[in-house]
Nanobody, 122 residues
Framework: QLQLVESGGGSVQAGGSLRLSCAPS??????MAWFRQAPGKEREGVAM????????NYADAVKGRFTISRDNAKNTVYLQMNSLKPEDTAMYYC?????????????????WGQGTQVTVAS
């Protein structure tokens, strides 16, 4: 089993920034990702990053504003979120172990964290 612990969420004004962190319970070479889920909506993929070549993918809604990265030495994955908008308000989840090709679908991932809340005020 792999535990994922997210941190860094909070409340900010529109236009502000936050950095989320995800710490796996052991070293892993899994592809990692961030998802988010707003009340009444489906969980959606935000960004993913491979372990070896650090290839990344982003949802269109966050391209140019969010950056996913990983520090393999610290065994931590980050999501830098800039120019935040009220529509970015959601619970953000870390995911690991991509089992299917469609990275942006919830069913593609094997492990999940408990989530960290991000609230953006207008």
């Amino acid at each position: 089993q792999l535990q994922l612990v997210e941190s860094g969420g909070g409340s900010v004004q529109a236009g502000g920034s936050l950095r989320l962190s995800c710490a796996p319970s052991r070293r892993t070479t899994y592809t990692m990702a961030w998802f988010r889920q707003a009340p009444g909506k489906e969980r959606e993929g935000v960004a993913m990053i491979d372990a070896g070549d650090l290839n990344t993918n982003y949802a269109d809604a966050v391209k140019g504003r969010f950056t996913i990265s990983r520090d393999n030495a610290k065994n931590t994955v980050y999501l830098q979120m800039n120019s935040l908008k009220p529509e970015d308000t959601a619970m953000y989840y870390c995911a690991a172990h991509k089992r299917l090709l469609t990275w942006y679908e919830r069913r593609s991932w094997g492990y999940w964290g408990q989530g960290t809340q991000v609230t953006v005020a207008s």
